[in-house]
């Protein structure tokens, strides 16, 4: 897909220390070639390249393949499972996670129409098949020269986006068990007034759930029972939230 049979770079490459020290994965890329190509379509007269790439899907590969890779840093051997950028440059093609054909178009198109920056969440995987969430980006330069050294930076989001998964799972799973009780559940503020009700609501007090948010729970407790109620609602949110359950 991408060359990796390239020439060794030149050790003055600017900003050498930062790229060799960086924390995050970072790509030497050459996409002059790209650029190029791109240039010889303008000409050629094409003005949509969202279009003409859908109706040439061969050229987005042929695009593809023409992108060297010079070098890598650490981080990225790191974050691969690589031993040398050799080894990394040998296998880069499989690198390439669900989805990189879009990501690419986006690449492209963005580089057409000359944004300045490109930034874009792409799927790798890791030399021993271990998925990586990332966001990859970099500067568009406004040269052709400039298209022969690019830094492209690959930020890590694999453990924020298992976390979020995480959490999203937790929050379904307390969503099901609050909304499958036969239970009314409700949560009220410090000022004494509902912010969360669930779904049994309506069928034992007749109101909804939106009618429900923003109002005092003594709006729907009988006059016998509201010293004992406004007493424990007292006592609960003195300090924080308040989670009741009253039973039908």
């Not at 390249?49 to 593809?64: K, M, Q, V």
């Amino acid at each position: 897909m991408l060359k990796s049979n390239c020439p060794v770079p030149n050790p003055c490459w600017q900003f050498r220390d930062l790229f060799e020290s960086a924390s995050i994965s970072i790509w030497h890329e050459d996409l002059s070639e790209v650029w190029g190509t791109l240039e010889v379509l303008r000409r050629e007269g094409v003005s949509d390249l969202r279009r003409y790439l859908g109706e040439n899907p061969r050229a987005i590969l042929d695009l593809s393949a023409s992108i060297r890779v010079i070098e890598v840093n650490r981080a990225t051997l790191k974050l691969f499972g690589a031993t040398s950028n050799e080894q990394f440059l040998e296998n880069i093609s499989d690198s390439f996670g669900q989805g990189a054909d879009a990501v690419f178009l986006e690449e492209l198109c963005a580089i057409w129409e000359g944004e300045g920056i490109f930034s874009s969440e792409a799927a790798f995987v890791a030399l021993d098949g271990r998925e990586i969430q990332a966001v990859i980006s970099f500067h568009i330069p406004s040269t052709a020269d400039g298209f022969k050294s690019i830094a492209v930076s690959i930020v890590d989001l694999t453990e924020r986006k298992q976390a979020s998964e995480a959490l999203e799972a937790s929050e379904k799973r307390y969503r099901d068990l609050v909304e499958g009780t036969d239970d009314l559940i409700t949560t009220v503020d410090a000022a004494g007034v509902f912010t969360f009700v669930n779904t049994v609501a309506e069928r034992i007090i007749g109101i909804s759930v939106d009618d429900c948010l923003g109002r005092s729970p003594f709006d729907f407790i009988h006059p016998d029972d509201r010293q004992e109620q406004e007493q424990f609602i007292q006592d609960s949110t003195s300090n924080q939230d308040a989670r009741g359950i009253f039973e039908n």
